[in-house]
């Protein structure tokens, strides 16, 4: 199938990312976002997300008259849906394992259904719908399949409807989009070849078709894989703080064995994916998912672990205490604070009495409502009772205890991360507390 046009519809880590590689490829692009204020920065030549080497490739793509941004789709051969799928339930209502069993997050397709509507009006006999949006298994052949066919044209006969899940890693989203094996899932075979076609303009891994409630499931199932992994590595650091072992050294050593590769312990899981996708099946079939739904439910609590170790390094007493947050994104090196374990930290502490400065080196002018946000370290150091790492960001690793030190009176360190070399810090005069590691372990 050839493809003179495409419409994607969502501009976010992963449509702009889409959108400008296919207009880099020499493909006409209509960039869709429903925000206005996204679409006048892109319009304007700036960038509203932190990907490495994207500002370059955004760039290029307009600089060719390829890519077009707009605030409503048009015609179009192919139309791509990147637009999120986030909860019903905020995380701050189900921090708890009762909340948890009380109110399960259920998938909120919201976004999937109004870019669905958008597209109907433009569908025309022959063109190709593709959904990556994560979504719960039957979504493409159920939900999508039905708005769509409001035409009056049916999916499968008429027009081609695939599923194809994102697989890519923040951080390196703009060469695994091109790198990596990429999933086709259509609700016929000439709709799994038609998706085929179109990810063959860029990418240069293997494109495997199968049927899109498999590619839905395929998608779900990676994410859930390593929630699941992350889990009991969690657990595996609360046990090691009760029996007095260092769980950095345990986990090196077990995974000396062949056939074991423990994950690393930290305040949580976050990010758009790992943490959500599992309740996706939670919510689909909640009797066949015990494993999936106590993982969720530990690494949810993990937050609220955190605060228990800050709270002892302070010796119980958290209420007028003022604690240096050193990291806020969900994850390394990146700017991305969506479900972030360590945003849910500064807000327990703060629900606690304590006094937050959150420093996130890589978005400095994060909208996060009722959060302390510093300029820079200097300012969330000044003052400090307490200096909580929450996320190995390379800034952040770079840092000099002794310069460290001279910026602050605190001489108390929890690291969630095993970031920081604990004897260099101790030699420089601050007590280091580790996460996963028991009293008698340091």
Known sequence: MKFNQICVLGLGYIGLPTASTFATHGVKVIGVDVNPQVVATLQNGGLHIHEPGLRTLVQAALKSGNLVISEAPQEADAFVIAVPTPFKTGRQDVRTSEGLDAFPPKADLSYVISAAEAIVPYLRRGNLVVLESTSPPATTTGLASEILERTGLK????????????????????????????VVGGVTQASSDAARDLYAIFVRGDIIQTTATTAEMVKLMENTYRDVNIAIANEFARLADRFGID????????????????????????????????????????????????????????????????????????????????????????????????????????????????YEPFKLDADLPGIQLAPNLDSALQGSDLLLLLVAHTPLRQLIPGVVAAQTDARLVVDTVNLWDAPLWEQAGFTVVRLGVGQAGR
């Open 155 to 182: 999916a499968g006969d008429d027009f081609h409807l695939a599923y194809s899940p994102e697989r890519v890693l923040p951080g390196q989203i703009l060469r695994e989009l091109i790198e990596n094996a990429r």
């Open 247 to 358: 769980v950095w050294e345990a986990i090196s050593l077990a995974n000396r064995h062949p056939r074991v590769e423990i994950l690393r312990p930290g305040p949580g899981v976050g990010g758009h994916c790992i943490s959500v996708d599992p309740w996706f099946l939670v919510e689909a079939a909640p009797d066949l998912t015990p494993l999936i739904h106590t993982s969720r439910k530990v690494n949810d609590a993990q937050p609220q672990f955190v605060v228990g170790l800050v709270r002892r390094a302070l010796d119980g007493e958290l209420a007028g205490k003022k604690i240096a947050a050193l990291g806020l994104a969900y994850k390394p090196d990146v700017d991305d604070l969506r479900e972030s374990p360590a945003v849910d930290v500064v807000r327990l502490l703060m629900a606690e009495g304590a006094k937050v400065a959150a």
